[in-house]
């Protein structure tokens, strides 16, 4: 198994999405102490860095919006009416 250094923590070569699988495979305890830490790890972060990481989230949220293919008005109010009958 390939280990690379992150900082001063050791990760075993394991993609995010890897090391996310192995994480819900946890029992609820022990995912919620995670949780925990996770984002008290947040609360470290710069003005700077934070700022930088909601204009990030921003523009993703922004890119996803504009690529999200769209309904016509007149049938999402048809649809809803239909369920509301």
């Known amino acids: 198994m390939k280990i690379r250094q992150v900082?001063?923590?050791?990760?075993a070569g394991m993609s995010v999405e890897e090391i996310e699988a192995q994480a819900l495979q946890l029992d609820p305890k022990d995912r919620a102490?995670?949780?925990e830490k996770l984002l008290a790890s947040l609360e470290?972060?710069?003005?700077?860095?934070?700022?930088?990481?909601?204009a990030e989230e921003a523009e993703?949220?922004?890119?996803?919006?504009?690529?999200a293919p769209g309904r016509p008005a007149a049938d999402v109010l048809r649809d809803a009416r239909a369920k509301l009958k």
Do not use: H, K, M, V
Request: aromatic share 8%; glycine share 4%; charged share 50%.
């Open 7 to 11: 900082g001063d923590a050791r990760i």
């Open 33 to 35: 102490r995670l949780a």
């Open 44 to 54: 470290t972060l710069s003005d700077d860095e934070n700022d930088r990481l909601w």
């Open 60 to 67: 993703r949220r922004d890119a996803d919006w504009e690529s």
